[in-house]
């Protein structure tokens, strides 16, 4: 069982920076798949970022995505908000591949979300 605890996230002005982060417990990351989702009301999960055990950093867009496997930690850098960024922010771990990491169903565990609100 892997326990995922996002932290972060809050109110932004479109055009400001915030940076997610989501502490692992219960068993290493670093075998894992490691994803970041949001989700707004009424509709599922969207994919933002995700990276692989071996990786250490990968950029998507305004959103960066790096992993510290020593640490248990997962972070998402986002810049040039705007307010359509607004959503609950989740942390996801998972034996996906680099061909299904967009997925939600190819992760097993969830954090329980961090909410972003970017206003205009």
């Known amino acids: 069982q892997v326990q995922l605890v996002e932290s972060g996230g809050g109110l932004v002005q479109a055009g400001g920076s915030l940076r997610l982060s989501c502490a692992a417990s219960g068993r290493a990351l670093a075998s894992y798949m490691m994803g970041w989702f949001r989700q707004v009301p009424g509709k599922g999960r969207e994919f933002v970022a995700a990276i692989p055990w071996s990786g250490r950093s990968a950029v998507k867009g305004r959103f960066t995505i790096s992993r510290d496997n020593r640490e248990n930690m997962v972070y998402l850098q986002m810049n040039s908000l705007k307010p359509e960024d607004t959503a609950v922010y989740y942390c996801?771990?998972?034996?996906?591949?680099?061909?299904?990491?967009?997925?939600?169903?190819?992760?097993?565990?969830w954090g329980q979300g961090t909410q972003v609100t970017v206003s205009s």
């Open positions: 996801a771990a998972g034996q996906s591949t680099i061909a299904s990491m967009t997925l939600a169903a190819g992760y097993d565990y």
